[in-house]
């Protein structure tokens, strides 16, 4: 599929004036599922929360574009209201809001419309037991007293749910156990097949990748991709780690 959906064109960011990304280019088709891995500290994290649009991180120069629109200078909800979505290494607790309030507002600001609530609440129901999320979880806070694999459930149904043009996870694997881990890959073979949507997966574990269709695996090491291939460099950093491309 040769439909480009983000372009980042020479990136280059830093946080609390030390410079972390460095010249960074990657462009992304639709449909495509991108895997990054790195060291820790090579700016995996920092390149997810650039593209969203966070304020922490400064961009000293290049340009995001998004379906062809410059969406450098723009705020994370608009963004967020073009149809990219970011899943964070640790889900934040907001108290006194449901999950199911929080995704139907989240789909209403989204689409501008009002949500069909016997329909959303059939899909809510759906994809909360394709993760094998108990059904009262709907009605929780959001992420207050979920443990750490429930808070990253919770992030893959938001994703199933508001169903984003482009999504960026980060770390969603971190801390799960074997089980959890199939789950949240389940949920995202699931977003996968859902046409036209694309993937940037952060990882430093591949297990999460194993039943994942994987187009390209980039390595990014002090903030600049050194090596780009397909599926197969996954196995191979698996096998071998990161030391033969941290002098590339």
Known sequence: MADKLLDIQNLSVSIDSKQVLNGLS??????????LMGPNGAGKSTLGNALMGNPIYQLDSGKILFEGEDITELSTDKRA???????FQNPLEVPGVSLETFIRSAIQQKTG???KLFQFQKELKANMELLN???SYASRDLNVGFSGGEKKKSEILQLLMLNPKFAILDETDSGLDVDAVRTVSKGIEEYQKKQDGALLIITHSTKILE???V???HVLVKGKIVKTGDGSLVQEINEHGFEKFLNA
């Open 113 to 115: 419309e009002r949500v």
């Open 81 to 87: 209201k073009l149809g990219m979505f970011l899943s």
């Open 215 to 217: 187009d390209y695996t």
């Open 26 to 35: 990657l462009n992304i088709n639709k449909g495509e599922t991108h895997v």
């Open 133 to 135: 999320m108990d059904s």
């Open 211 to 213: 039943s994942l269709n």
